[in-house]
């Protein structure tokens, strides 16, 4: 059965919404207000302010990234151990929480964060020192953490759950012991769901404008921010695109990096 | 000792995922008005919250642009999905390939993309433009939902279908549909949900009049936010662990374990 026109609708909203957008801001990106082509905007990501702008938001995306695979891969082969008829269940309990506004999620962070905040209040009742971390670039990381953890725990879980307990179990039968097993065959077997989450946790975390606003302070600009400003206060769109190009970069970069370690689609995801 | 050991883990975890939504909620009942003092309980902000148009016209936008955007979404996404699982390897990759940009592509960049868009062609920034740019980045994930649904299906049920006489949108009706609808309704429920939490996107294309909750919000953030913002979100909280549950009641059979967890990873 020919079912070919039944794509036109999508094919034509995918070109329409998806490619031209793609190309105007590379059209943007590459040439100046008069539309004579430049590299300028381009280039300009190496000057001072968004050099810096772009090599923080690198650092605190890598190392969110990085504390989200420490904290998400135990508990991923807790939930994936529990039994099955609670999966569901607790898979649940880790997405709800994504569905609550989540300016007003990282914002509550603040409330707990704050000199005077809950957090403070409690450590001060135990006679702890207080901890004093808002508007650090450390509240950044924390907040790059709460908000895409989840994105780290599914992928990991996913692949975990889909390895045939039997493979555990030849590999004890064959003389593994606990701690073998796992680095021979659970964590191979996982590899793909750890580098779909680093994909899902890295890509926004590099890009975010929203958390560095909410909890880093106004001092502390990252590269979305830079571009946020461009698009929003300082209408210099031109430059703008042009920084999202190269923002564009580290985005193929990472999707490359991921699509060539995981051939075969097994890492959940998309 | 494992065990325990486990169950500390999973409710330290817990506690961080939660920590702030409880505080959302405690502050809701907060009858001072800043964030900083408890002022004693209250019900004040939950009254107020039913004569605040702003927040309540914010809200609705934002509802009504959650379900017209999950519809279309899903409207062009189940046909693509069906037009797509009929397709030869190298253009259904190349259908994968275009799909997935709005999903592996950071939201600014979507964001500003189709402000560039609609800048360009002239188009009066305002509830029809967000609209477009939700329907955009909802479609994916219908796709995505619906599209497992069609791989199991036996194709030859569908030539049964046509053998015994029947038309081919007659046979659609009667049997593609009915097998692939807990696909397409978990993928109206999450492309919904998307829409309802999306920010960055909407910030882009929004035009100075309109606002969704989210961009009321950050348009708060300077002044201080209403504490009806809370009570609001306290009572949206809850909607959507109710429709969750929904989600999750849909009827699964065991077979398609594998691909209704892949759905909850889209989520």
């Known amino acids: ?270 | 000792m494992n065990k325990i050991l486990h169950k500390i883990y999973l409710f330290l975890i817990l506690l961080f995922l939660y920590a702030p939504i409880a505080t959302l909620v405690v502050l809701s009942f907060n009858a001072s008005k800043t964030r900083a003092k408890w002022g004693g309980f209250t019900f004040k902000w939950y009254q107020a919250l039913f004569q605040n148009e702003v927040i309540l016209e914010a809200f609705y936008t934002t509802l009504l642009i959650a379900l017209l955007s999950a519809l279309f979404a899903t409207i062009i996404g189940t046909i693509a999905a069906i037009a797509m699982n009929g397709m030869k390897k190298g253009s259904k990759a190349a259908f994968m390939a275009v799909t997935n940009i709005p999903m592996l592509n950071a939201e600014i960049v979507t964001g500003i993309s189709l402000m560039l868009l609609f800048i360009s062609f002239g188009m009066r920034f305002g509830f029809s433009t967000v609209l477009f740019a939700h329907i955009t980045f909802n479609i994916p994930y219908v796709i995505l939902s619906v599209l497992p649904r069609l791989k199991q299906m036996n194709p030859s049920t569908f030539e049964a279908a046509l053998d015994l006489g029947a038309s081919p949108v007659y046979a659609f009706f009667k049997v593609i549909l009915p097998d692939i609808f807990p696909g397409i309704i978990s993928g109206f429920l999450m492309a919904f949900t998307m829409s309802l939490d999306d920010f960055i996107i909407t910030h882009f294309t929004k035009g100075p009049g309109l606002d969704t909750l989210s961009t009321k919000i950050y348009t708060e953030l300077k002044k201080g936010i209403k504490p009806e913002m809370y009570s609001l979100s306290t009572l949206i909280f809850i909607t959507v662990l109710i429709l969750l549950l929904l989600v999750n009641k849909t009827p699964k059979d065991k077979k398609n374990k594998k691909g209704s967890l892949q759905e909850e990873i889209i989520l």
């Open chain 1, 1 to 270: 059965m020919n079912k070919k026109w039944l794509s036109f609708p999508y094919l034509l909203w995918a070109i329409g919404f998806i490619i031209i957008p793609l190309c105007m801001v590379f059209y943007y990106g590459f040439t100046d207000r008069d539309g004579v082509m430049t590299f300028e905007n381009v280039v300009a990501i190496f000057s001072p302010e968004h050099r810096k702008a772009l090599f923080l938001a690198l650092l605190l995306s890598l190392i969110s990234t990085i504390l989200c695979i420490i904290l998400a891969y135990p508990l991923s082969l807790i939930l994936a151990k529990m039994g099955n008829g609670k999966n569901s269940f607790l898979v649940i309990i880790f997405i709800l929480p994504m569905w609550m506004n989540f300016l007003l999620r990282t914002l509550a962070w603040q409330t707990l964060l704050e000199k005077n905040g809950v957090i403070n209040s409690i450590l001060t009742y135990l006679h702890l020192p207080s901890l004093t971390i808002i508007n650090t670039p450390a509240a950044i990381i924390l907040g790059m953490v709460y908000n895409f953890l989840p994105f780290m725990v599914l992928p990991i879980y996913n692949s975990l759950s889909k390895i045939d307990p039997n493979v555990m179990n030849a590999a004890r039968d064959l003389g593994a012991n606990g701690f073998q097993a796992f680095l021979k065959i659970t964590l191979p077997l996982s590899m793909p769901g750890v580098i779909s989450g680093i994909t899902m946790v890295f890509v926004p975390a590099l890009t975010t404008f929203v958390i560095s606003t909410l909890l880093g302070g106004s001092k502390i600009l990252l590269i979305g921010n830079v571009i946020e400003q461009e698009f929003t206060q300082a209408s210099n769109w031109h430059l703008g695109s042009g920084l999202s190009v190269v923002l564009m970069i580290f985005i193929v970069i990472s999707i490359v990096v991921s699509s060539l370690s995981d051939k075969d689609g097994e890492g959940a995801g998309f």
